[in-house]
């Protein structure tokens, strides 16, 4: 049956393409957004929460989306050399950086055409909030193969810490940043199991932690004030497959799960092995997520950063495109800006 409905001309419109990068959903937002004014992607971000956080909701939770939604808007970069700029939305608001959305981003804008790159191997300079990004991308056989992107330097914030959390116990925890804060514990010490069957469990005592530890100590990160907040509790325990080094279950914004093993996580996790000596430079670690899908990630150098001993981590992955979707917006809809059930 041939479909000949035409949406009435006063409702709204956002298109996107919709992908998952290791499970992890991302919406892509293509056309329909108003203009974001701002000369960077940190005041184009700050621009949008203030005047345009209905089309976050109304995107991102139910009906149109669901609680562990994610969204890329692409936006002009801060300086012309770059090839695009971007920032991310999910269920909370706004995150600083995104490892499975630059993969995804760097492997579906060429695939759809919005970025022009020709060769079978090139590189993307990308802005986001955390700094400048760089990717590589792989073609094979005409068909684009696989994302690799250098974050930005990564490092330790505090080590070997303790707090009480209540319905837990005594929690001991690192914090590290690889383009966001987390707080990493290690699951096997608190009894918490990593597999989907553990999923309300890893959400509960993944919020009860991070809202434990941002109440008892400060976040600084070392430039942009926009940055300084705990994202969120990285679970960290045995890989179900022997030839990974680990298994990394992360819970992010408003109780968010990744079903990936977080870019930035792993980001951050490679500054923490690398400064407990036990990875080297060039040294890959591949390491699981909840769905026992894999990211890996090895440290490239190390720098200086804000006073902090910080690394480059390079992170490898794959991305797949699931949809490409109008949303209508009616405005008599009692539920245009969306709803949550958490």
């Not at 992107?149 to 209540?166: A, C, G, W, Y």
């Not at 909840?290 to 490898?316: M, N, Q, R, S, W």
Request: charged share 25%.
């Amino acid at each position: 049956m041939e479909l000949n409905w035409i949406a009435p001309d006063h409702w709204k419109c956002i298109e996107t393409i919709d992908a998952h990068t290791a499970g992890e959903p991302l919406r892509i937002f293509t056309k329909g957004l108003p203009e974001i004014k701002g000369s960077t992607v940190l005041e184009r971000r700050r621009y949008f929460r203030e005047n345009y956080d209905h089309l976050r909701t109304s995107t991102m939770f139910e009906p149109r989306g669901h609680a562990d939604m994610y969204g890329a808007i692409l936006i002009p970069p801060n300086t012309p050399d770059a090839d695009f700029g971007v920032f991310f939305i999910h269920n909370e608001g706004y995150s600083t950086m995104c490892g499975h959305a630059i993969i995804a981003l760097s492997k579906i804008l060429p695939e759809i055409g919005l970025v022009e790159k020709n060769g079978d191997e090139f590189e993307l300079k990308i802005d986001a909030p955390a700094g400048r990004i760089h990717s590589k991308v792989k073609r094979f056989n005409g068909k684009f193969d696989s994302v690799s992107f250098r974050n930005v330097p990564s490092f330790v914030l505090m080590k070997d810490q303790e707090i009480k959390v209540e319905g837990i116990g005594i929690v001991n925890f690192d914090i590290a940043y690889g383009g966001a804060f987390y707080a990493f514990v290690d699951a096997d010490k608190i009894g918490l199991g990593l597999q989907v069957t553990d999923y309300n469990q890893i959400i509960d005592w993944g919020k009860r932690i991070k809202n434990a530890v941002m109440q008892n100590f400060e976040i600084k990160h070392p430039f942009e004030e926009d940055l300084s907040f705990l994202y969120g509790t990285i679970f960290t325990g045995k890989a179900n497959d022997s030839k990974n080094h680990s298994r990394n279950v992360c819970v992010f914004a408003e109780g968010e799960v990744d079903r990936s093993p977080t870019g930035t996580g792993v980001s951050a996790r490679a500054a923490i092995h690398y400064f407990r000596k036990e990875i080297g430079i060039g040294e890959s670690i591949r390491i699981e997520s909840i769905l026992d899908t894999c990211f890996e990630v090895k440290v490239v150098e190390e720098v200086g950063f804000g006073g902090h001993h910080a690394v480059i981590p390079e992170v490898i992955g794959n991305a797949y495109i699931t949809g490409q979707h109008k949303f209508y917006f009616d405005p008599e809809d009692p539920l245009v800006k969306g709803f949550i059930f958490r």
